[in-house]
């Protein structure tokens, strides 16, 4: 009998054993690994803000030779004559463009002196951001 109590007295010692919690210090992490840890938000660059659409501005063809209109904007829709200006007409969704042309005192040789952007169906001029995201169009069709 003394030998079951001496084993029942150990086995009971083992369970409170498992119970008992420790104080000591715990076993050192393995250092992270820099290729499968987040960045820290805190620390990390935002990225750049977006720069805002600047539409192109149309006066950038006064002064252009026909060649220069050409290779910009391609062949016209239209082109007629009134009086001393030739009048190249440029056509996109909703608005028109007319470039007048003078003659620059060499022969065969006009340039842009002066043009139009409004608005196709009523044909009022174009406010300055209108004409502008007009002009855009053109150049981007």
Not at 66 to 78: A, M
Not at 108 to 114: D, K, L, Q, R
Request: glycine share 6%; charged share 15%.
């Amino acid at each position: 009998m003394t030998c079951l109590r001496g084993w029942l007295f150990g086995m009971l010692a083992l369970a409170a054993a498992g119970c008992v919690t420790t104080t000591d210090t715990p076993a050192p992490q393995a250092a992270a690994d820099p290729a499968t840890t987040a960045p820290n938000t805190e620390t990390a660059a935002a990225p750049p803000p977006e720069e805002a659409y600047e539409p192109p501005d149309p006066t950038q063809v006064v002064g252009m030779r026909q060649h220069e209109v050409l290779r910009l904007l391609g062949e016209p829709s239209l082109i007629r004559t009134e009086s001393t200006a030739e009048v190249w007409q440029y056509k996109h969704s909703g608005c028109v463009m007319d470039l007048f042309l003078y003659q620059n005192g060499q022969p065969n040789v006009s340039e842009v002196v002066y043009f139009e952007l409004r608005d196709l169906e009523v044909g009022q001029h174009l406010p300055e951001m209108a004409a502008r995201y007009c002009f855009g169009h053109m150049l981007n069709t």
